[in-house]
Nanobody, 125 residues
Framework: EVQLVESGGGSVQAGGSLRLSCAAS????????VGWFRQAPGKEREWISY????????YYTESVKGRFTISADNAKNSVYLQMNGLKPEDTAVYYC??????????????????WGRGTQVTVSS
């Protein structure tokens, strides 16, 4: 069975850090690109970061650049999102997704092939 499972969410104060994990089962990450998305209450889901081991590309949305770092560990079939300097506006449910041949569609949630169920991140001021 193919699964993506996020973990590592929680509640922190502003300025704190969290490390999210996205673990895959049923397929190997080294063939896929992985994106992180988030959805805040009352808002649309937004793309925040992307990693493609195949061509070593890594992208971030502007609001998280310099604060978040995406990385992959193919041996553990996992992708991580290190989040530092968290702000209350980072509060959201965070999701990972995996896909092949995304090209410019890595920003689009529906373009991926597999999706996790999300992990809650709450940042208090």
């Amino acid at each position: 069975e193919v699964q993506l499972v996020e973990s590592g969410g929680g509640s922190v104060q502003a300025g704190g850090s969290l490390r999210l994990s996205c673990a895959a089962s049923g397929f190997t990450f080294d063939e896929y690109a992985v994106g992180w998305f988030r959805q805040a209450p009352g808002k649309e889901r937004e793309w925040i970061s992307y990693i493609n081991n195949g061509d070593s590309s890594i992208y971030y949305t502007e609001s998280v650049k310099g604060r978040f770092t995406i990385s992959a560990d193919n041996a553990k079939n996992s992708v991580y999102l290190q989040m530092n300097g968290l702000k209350p506006e980072d509060t959201a449910v965070y999701y990972c997704a995996a896909g092949i041949h995304l090209k410019a569609l890595y920003l689009v949630w529906e373009s991926y092939d597999y999706w996790g169920r999300g992990t809650q991140v709450t940042v208090s001021s």
